[in-house]
Nanobody, 127 residues
Framework: VQLQASGGGLVQAGGSLRLSCAAS????????MGWFRQAPGLEREFVSA????????YYADSVKGRFTISRDNAKTTVYLQMNSLKPEDTAVYYC?????????????????????WGQGTLVTVSS
């Protein structure tokens, strides 16, 4: 499966962006999906994940209450709605797909458990 992330850009603190991750070459509903981000000089970190069905979601504490992950399996697309953005949210955001049936926060929050990655989209939040 190929993943194409989009929707990044420059926004002022307090603003909003919606990231999209389009999947091709596979069926989106066959994968759990995650969003990770990497700021300069830092490791790639977990942001959010969503189960195959879309019924279960997970969030890093740093984004809980501000970000919302969702998926449209008919359009094979996963979204990350980001509200109340802060300068510390500045990073390259990556979407990822896990084709296994493993689930749960302990599994889906680990970047090594994802087999497929998109190319990343840059989000810059100015103060």
């Amino acid at each position: 499966v190929q993943l194409q992330a989009s929707g990044g850009g420059l926004v002022q603190a307090g603003g909003s962006l919606r990231l999209s991750c389009a999947a091709s070459g596979g069926t989106s509903s066959s994968y759990s999906m995650g969003w990770f981000r990497q700021a300069p000089g830092l490791e790639r970190e977990f942001v959010s994940a969503i189960s195959r069905s879309g019924y279960t979601t997970y969030y890093a504490d740093s984004v809980k209450g501000r970000f919302t992950i969702s998926r449209d399996n008919a359009k094979t697309t996963v979204y990350l709605q980001m509200n109340s953005l802060k300068p510390e949210d500045t990073a390259v955001y990556y979407c990822a797909a896990d084709p296994t049936y493993s689930s749960g926060s302990r599994y889906l929050t680990k970047r090594d458990n994802y087999d497929y990655w998109g190319q990343g989209t840059l989000v810059t939040v100015s103060s």
